[in-house]
């Protein structure tokens, strides 16, 4: 393909949208970014930092039902659903839960294992082309386990990365306070993977990688997309909430606001939102030596260049409802749980606390392939908690897909057409369900 003259439009400025248009402009392509907002300032903004590109174990897992109601049970637990949204979720929860077979979990750890093994080479060049390589840590990340019982509910999980080739380090309790001292004594086992890599500042390297797009040529445009124009299958412009905007192609990155834009496009994908929050812990009397997950509390505390960052949690609440500030405060009470030299009594003054919309699928794989309605648009959204650690690999994809190239790795497990509900938009689009300005930070 003569890429010379060919403007893609791309619909986010979260991690994967700044990827792919960096990914876009190797390849020849003029980029024109489209946000309201600044960019990094949805889901990437408050993330954990970690790329991870051992995480190829899906959210849903065999057995797991059994423990849903403890967690449901625990306020301190890492799951909620808001009752009002219950009805909403349940279509979205029955498939998660059937994507939770032995056989399909299977294939979900072998594609996500393909999507996210050279996360920490690929990101690491392009934060070095846009002068970010200072925010990127090779150090790798520790799983802590208080119990031998602990870690025996997550063996079929280690045992999915190891099919995967993924090489663990196993950490026995006195080797475990060798490699963190900081880390509590209750912490008797841990699992250490050398090959993951972190951000200290995930917006600030949202920024730099976007100034980056914009010193190569290209464009920024601050405004709401609301759909696409085609004339027959080809695409003409994207339309924004300030216009149209003529285009040869497009890709859907908005994170968690992509399912009203895919079914403008004929794709009715079962996109909805795990909400998370994380607190920053502004000036720790400690913090752990690497990205750690606490593995019985489902949370990360991530040393960060703004201070120690703790995230994690998933609530079911939907793209409208406001913060459940609880949940962001319980993570300093497991944080200290962790860390025991964390000061024990804070004011809210020494952390900020922030929510944000993990993009999720039930099956825990991205959405990554062209639109029913139009092959120009392209899909490259819904990765859960894996979008840092997914976006650089997606980038790479979108690009070989609008230049009509072989792709690195096979997209079929991420196609938007293996939810097998696609419609035709033979019926007219639906109407959009634009978010508000307050649900897109
Ligand atoms: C607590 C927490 C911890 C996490 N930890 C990790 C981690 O350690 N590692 C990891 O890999 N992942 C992690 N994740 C997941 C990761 O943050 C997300 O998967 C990732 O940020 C999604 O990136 P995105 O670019 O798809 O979406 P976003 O960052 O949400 O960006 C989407 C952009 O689209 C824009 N947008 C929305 N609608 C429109 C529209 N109509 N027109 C134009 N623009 C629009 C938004 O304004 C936004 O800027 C975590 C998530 C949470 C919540």
């Given at each position: 393909m003569n890429t010379d003259r060919k403007t893609i439009g791309v619909v986010g400025a979260g991690i994967v949208g700044v990827c792919t248009a960096l990914m876009l402009q190797r390849r020849g392509f003029k980029v024109t970014l489209i946000d309201p907002n600044p960019p990094g300032e949805g889901a990437s903004f408050g993330n954990a930092g970690c790329f991870n590109g051992s995480s190829v174990v899906p959210m849903s897992m065999p057995g797991m039902i059994t423990s849903v109601p403890k967690w449901l049970l625990?306020?301190?637990?890492?799951?909620?659903?808001?009752?009002?949204?219950l009805p909403t979720i349940m279509p979205w929860l029955i498939r998660f839960l059937l994507a939770g077979q032995r056989s399909k979990v299977k294939e979900q750890a072998k594609a996500l294992r393909s999507l996210l093994k050279t996360t920490?080479?690929?990101?690491s060049s392009l934060?070095?082309?846009?002068?970010?390589?200072h925010l990127i840590r090779h150090e790798g990340h520790?799983?802590?386990y208080r119990t031998e019982s602990g870690f025996a509910k997550d063996r079929s999980g280690w045992e999915l990365r190891r099919l995967n080739g993924v090489r663990t380090q196993v950490l026995d309790a006195a080797a475990l306070r060798d490699f963190d001292p900081n880390l509590s004594h209750a912490f008797t086992k841990g699992i250490l993977i050398e090959e993951s890599g972190h951000t200290t500042n995930p917006q600030g390297l949202v920024t730099l990688l976007f100034r980056k797009v914009i010193a190569n040529g290209g464009e920024f445009v601050s405004a709401r997309v609301i759909g696409f124009e085609t004339e027959g299958q080809t695409l003409k412009s994207v339309t924004t909430s300030r216009g149209n905007i003529a285009v040869d192609g497009a890709v859907v990155a908005a994170g968690a606001h992509s399912k009203s834009l895919a079914v403008s496009l004929g794709d009715h994908v079962?996109?909805?939102?795990?909400?998370?929050?994380?607190?920053?812990?502004?000036?720790p009397d400690v913090t752990p030596r690497i990205p750690t997950t606490d593995a019985g509390g489902k949370f990360i505390a991530t040393p960060m260049e703004t201070g120690l960052r703790v995230s994690g949690t998933v609530e079911f609440a939907g793209l409208a409802a406001s913060p459940n500030w609880k949940r962001a405060h319980v993570l300093y009470t497991h944080a200290r749980?962790?860390?025991?030299?964390?000061?024990?009594?804070v004011s809210e003054e020494h952390y900020t606390k922030w929510m944000g919309f993990r993009p999720s699928v039930p099956d825990s794989l991205p959405v990554i392939g062209r639109a029913r309605c139009t092959p120009d648009v392209i899909y490259a959204f819904g990765h859960g908690h894996l979008g840092m650690t997914g976006a650089p690999m997606t980038a790479t994809l979108v690009s070989e897909l609008i230049a009509g190239e072989k792709t690195s790795i096979d997209i079929t497990p991420f196609a938007p057409a293996r939810f097998g509900d696609r419609s035709h938009r033979a019926n007219g689009p639906p109407a959009l369900e634009l978010p508000s300005r307050q649900n897109l930070t």
């Open positions: 625990d306020p301190m637990g890492p799951l909620s659903i808001r009752f009002s949204y920490v080479p690929l990101i934060a070095d082309e846009a002068g970010a390589g520790l799983y802590a079962p996109l909805d939102t795990e909400r998370g929050y994380h607190i920053i812990i502004k000036d749980n962790l860390l025991p030299g964390l000061a024990p009594v």
